[in-house]
């Protein structure tokens, strides 16, 4: 049974880095394209990034182009998001997921969360 677990969120001021990491069981990355995506209090989930591992290409959101990294680890079946100059705006619940930018909870596997929080 694939399994995604995030972990990394923290608290950050702005302008901070935080480094999150997506453990993948039950399968190996070469199979999948892994998305990041976000949820802010009282906002809908959305897309943040997506990595095709098999050839390593990478698409971002206009809100994380220039500020976020996502990267893939085949050995350690680990993808990461790293976070630059972040931004309060960037508050928000984020997820892993084995898909990127469509939200489908049937058909694909997503990971509990990690809490990312910016702020003063």
């Known amino acids: 049974q694939v399994q995604l677990v995030e972990s990394g969120g923290g608290t950050v001021q702005p302008g901070g880095s935080l480094r999150l990491s997506c453990v993948v069981s039950g399968t190996t990355l070469d199979y999948y394209r892994i998305g990041w995506y976000r949820q802010a209090p009282g906002k809908e989930r959305e897309g943040v990034s997506c990595i095709l591992i098999s050839d390593g290409s990478t698409h971002y959101a206009d809100s994380a182009k220039g500020r976020f990294t996502t990267s893939g680890d085949k050995a350690k079946n680990t993808v990461y998001l790293q976070m630059n100059s972040l931004k309060p705006e960037d508050t928000a619940v984020y997820y892993c997921?084995?898909?990127?930018?469509?939200?489908?909870?049937?058909?694909?596997?997503w990971g509990q969360g990690t809490q990312v929080t910016v702020s003063s």
């Open positions: 997921a084995t898909n990127c930018w469509i939200i489908n909870f049937e058909y694909d596997k």
